[in-house]
């Protein structure tokens, strides 16, 4: 049986340190999870009645595998209680744990209560082959799927547990709600409204920041955009190094691509058209005219760690991008917000517990800083 996808949650929980000794893992999965899962049968032609239920295990070799539906392993879970009833998973105890074997391993879960913290869900603790894991309260997980022709499964899981020590990513980027306006010069034979060479010169005002990493340009560097000698500069602070567990090379360039995507559609509503000009050129109508787009004077992108028992934050690595020359102080709440939104819709399918240290940017955050004249 095989997951469909999953509503997350941003989960925090106190440190816990367990003492149980790691036995030695062929294949070490930090970002490995195990749901606990109850499933009901029912016939199709009658929903009103289930047809049969099953307490199981379901083990994925990474959270992130589980939304994708990419089941490794699952076992009956084991009732610590009367075997002639189903699981109560709250029924684990230290000495009498619910258990199985996932991966080969054997894995046991106790201590949970029916509902987790009301600030960060956790409740419980588990073991999986010496791994000491937190558990943690996921009332929003349900799905259904087929099972033969004529009957169907509806699943639930109320619970999943991760690593202990697991660490998640997420970035925040926190945009200037002061303005500079930027004309930039179009030139076109077709369509001013949309001139797609000013869409790239704007989009490559921001993707200019991969030239900057990858030549090692000092802070503060950068590159003149639009048609007045305004000047986008950049500055990058990395705290993980080559040959870091969970280093990424090309972590600046997600970052650089990330903001040149969800910039240019705000940017470019706000277009403002001037000094529109046509003329013939043998069969063809040429055309110009200035576009002035804001600018928000500056965008702070922090890409942030923390042990998922802990969530205390640190910043790994950081990138500013400033808009240099040019006294303009006009703020644009209106537009601000629309950029908080547009990088908000970013963590829509990447909250809370997929976002694994290992991979990506983990969940964005879009934030809005006050401008200062």
Known sequence: MYLSGFATFLLAVASLILGSPLL?????????AVFLTTCFKYVKSNDATP???????????????????????EAYASNPGDQNHPVD????????????????KPFKVWGLTERGDDKTFVTGYADLGGATMRCYNNSASFWKQDYGERMYVKCGAKYYCTRNSRQIRRTIVTTSSTMQSIPFLGK?????????AV?????????????HYRSNAADGEGYKIGSKDYKMTY????????????????????????????????????????????????????????????????IKVQVQVTQQ????????????????KGNECKVDSVLTLAIKGAFKAVSAATTGGVSAVANGLGFVVGELAAGAC
């Open 188 to 196: 076109q034979n077709y369509d001013i409204k949309n001139d797609h």
């Open 89 to 104: 998973w709250t029924s684990g105890t230290e000495g009498k744990p619910i258990t199985g074997t996932l991966d080969k």
């Open 199 to 211: 869409q790239e010169q704007v989009k490559n005002a921001f993707l200019w920041l991969k030239d």
């Open 24 to 32: 030695p893992r062929e294949d070490e999965r930090l970002d490995e």
């Open 51 to 73: 047809n049969g239920r099953d307490d199981k295990l379901w083990y994925f070799k990474s959270y992130g595998d589980s939304i994708k539906g990419d089941q490794f392993d």
């Open 309 to 324: 028992a802990m969530l205390d934050w640190e910043d790994r690595d950081t990138v500013v991008i400033t808009v240099e």
């Open 235 to 298: 500055a990058v602070h990395r705290m993980e190094k080559e040959g870091d567990p969970y280093y990424e090379a090309d972590r600046i360039n997600q970052v650089a691509d990330l903001v040149a995507e969800k910039m240019l559609p705000e940017l470019w509503a706000k277009d403002k058209i001037s000094d529109e000009k046509a003329w013939p050129s043998g069969n063809k109508i040429l055309a110009e005219a200035t576009h002035t787009l804001p600018f928000p004077k500056q």
